[in-house]
């Protein structure tokens, strides 16, 4: 077993040094080629939609009758989720700005009646309202949701 010649003590990790005094000295030789991508990262601009975006989008839709589903990564709220210039997105905010452009500020993409699906990512399913909409879209569709297991109930 190799013993650090920095502190004997500790465990030796690489280069004659301890995992702490190899850490200090890796960042300390790495810091300029860190803070340069670090820069460039900033200065990119992110909501600019880089080639192949609308191919890796069509790619990961499926065309099922009436509804364009995404079958890529699903997030917990069951929204499809893609990674673009490094930042995550949901993909019916993306479906939206590739057929229509930027979404204002303070707006929400929201999916028309019936059209509920979550993964649902056709453009034409799609429209802007604000948070207000969206709730009272929730309020309706729980209210459809209720009145159609009653009904199905009654039935038995």
């Not at 995992?19 to 909501?47: F, G, M, Q, S, V």
């Not at 707006?107 to 009272?136: E, I, K, S």
């Amino acid at each position: 077993m190799r013993i650090p010649d920095c502190h004997p003590a500790r465990p030796y990790c690489a280069k004659g040094q301890c995992k702490p005094c190899y850490n200090k000295t890796w960042r300390a030789a790495n810091c300029e080629h860190i803070l340069a991508r670090n820069k460039a990262y900033r200065d990119a601009n992110h909501d600019a939609m880089p080639g192949g975006t609308q191919e890796r989008f069509e790619h990961y839709s499926l065309d099922i009758g009436e509804h364009l589903i995404w079958c890529g990564n699903l997030g917990k709220s069951g929204y499809g989720m893609l990674t673009v210039c490094g930042r995550t997105r949901k993909a019916h905010r993306l479906a939206w700005e590739l057929a229509y452009g930027p979404i204002p500020p303070g707006m929400c993409v929201l999916h028309r009646n019936p059209c509920h699906h979550t993964a649902c990512v056709r453009f034409d399913h799609l429209y802007l309202g604000t948070q207000q909409d969206n709730m009272q879209d929730i309020v309706a569709l729980n209210q459809q949701q209720r009145a159609d297991g009653r009904s199905d109930d009654t039935q038995a």
